[in-house]
């Protein structure tokens, strides 16, 4: 495969609302849908050619981007000398019902394009089809009705993908992680993000459990969460239950809240820990170097072939969740079929043809002004554009050497 064009900017999203979510504990991923907006009306204020992220991994080029103008100094000439537009590659991960219901009707709005990373187990199973955005501009919804939290379905993505806005690729199977040691991390808490711990034991409950009352109270507080890592890379271990139902016990008398003092529930079970440590008596299992293999194996090819099933067509793209992978990951997504993976959490060096890097376009203190300055000066960054890249070499530098 040709090496895709580096200085195209491929920039990642989550959920866009907007308001955020105070009851989902993980709403610090919702961008505020006003900050979107801008984006894409800079993009199409300034000559952007938006392409999908598979368009830039199959080898498209400056070359090929007929978008800008040419009297405008930015419109710069590639590699090879030949005069080229400007494009970007915008992506969302995890696939949040927010993408349909806001973000959807202004990439049509804006005639831009969006590639979404999915995970299948969080896929919304019924088949529904939820009104957006779109419908409320026309009078024939209200912004209440509209206001839902959750994940994708199907139907919705099908709709999207006939667009022709929008391109669905993977982001594994799970998107969860497992635990890797006996080292005690934390206990289950009201508010905690549960998210994993939870979501290993009852899958079923996965694609509703933003809007799920009850999703919290699945395990008693007081179970106790241990050293954790992305199931890309973990060694899972598997606790005893025995010991988990014994802590459980100990502090079932603890008036639980939001904030809890973990120094104070670890003298409570101590003496519990120390001798379950002593006798090696808290972990039940622990994955084989041969089984981590085979579960990253079907991690990333059963997710490939459930969204081809589903939505009749090629998967070529594999995002990292939470940036975390290795060596054998990548070239395990390379011999199942993907053409390229994130490069997340690994180390630049890696990034060769089949990987891509990316970066995050967000709010700052709340404030359009600074939050439109970064987001430029991050693109133009991303496009080695001056004096942008220069100054963010020096940022770097002053960064990993001080």
Not at 38 to 65: A, P
Not at 191 to 210: K, M
Not at 336 to 363: H, P
Request: with cysteine; hydrophobic share 35%.
């Amino acid at each position: 495969m040709a090496a895709f064009n580096k200085n195209i900017p491929v920039i990642y999203y989550h959920s866009a609302a907007p308001k955020n979510n105070p009851a989902w504990f993980r709403n610090y991923l919702t961008l505020e849908l006003k900050y979107f907006e801008e984006h894409l009306k800079y993009f199409k204020k300034n000559g952007y050619e938006h392409i999908f992220l598979k368009d830039l991994v199959n080898g498209r080029r400056d070359s090929d981007i007929h978008l800008g103008d040419r009297s405008d100094p930015d419109f710069h000439r590639n590699d090879k000398g030949k005069r080229g537009g400007k494009a970007v590659c915008l992506t969302f991960d995890d696939g949040y019902l927010d993408n349909f219901i806001y973000v959807y009707p202004l990439l049509k709005k804006y005639k831009a394009k969006a590639t979404i990373f999915i995970n299948p187990v969080f896929v919304d199973k019924r088949p529904v089809v939820r009104k957006t955005l779109e419908d409320y501009w026309n009078n024939k919804t209200s912004m209440e009705e509209i206001n839902r939290w959750g994940f994708l379905g199907w139907d919705e993505m099908r709709f999207m993908e006939h667009s022709g806005c929008v391109d669905i690729q993977s982001h594994t199977l799970t998107h969860t992680k497992y635990f890797v040691s006996d080292k005690l991390k934390s206990f289950h808490h009201p508010g905690a993000d549960c998210l994993y711990y939870i979501g290993n034991q009852f899958p079923e409950r996965l694609p509703y459990y933003i809007e799920d009352n009850n999703f919290e109270k699945l395990l008693p507080y007081g179970f106790p969460i241990f050293e954790d890592k992305s199931s890309i890379i973990a060694r899972q271990v598997t606790i005893k239950p025995s010991f988990s139902h014994s802590v459980i016990h100990l502090l079932k008398d603890y008036k639980w809240s939001n904030s809890y003092d973990f120094d104070v529930l670890m003298q409570k079970i101590k003496p519990l820990y120390d001798e379950a440590k002593k006798n090696n008596s808290i972990i039940e299992s622990i994955e084989s170097e041969d089984e981590y293999k085979k579960r990253v194996y079907f991690e990333l090819k059963e997710s490939k072939d459930i969204i081809e099933k589903e939505l009749n067509k090629k998967v070529e793209i594999c995002c990292w969740p939470h940036g975390d992978n290795n060596e054998f990951a990548h070239k395990t997504a390379l011999e199942i079929g993907y053409k390229a993976t994130t490069l997340g959490k690994a180390n630049k060096s890696n990034l060769i043809e089949t990987r891509f890097d990316r970066f995050g376009l967000g709010s700052v203190k709340n404030n359009l002004f600074l939050s439109n300055l970064k987001a430029r000066y991050k693109i133009q960054s991303y496009r080695r554009r001056s004096p942008y890249f220069q100054i963010n070499k020096i940022y770097e530098f002053f960064r990993d050497n001080f």
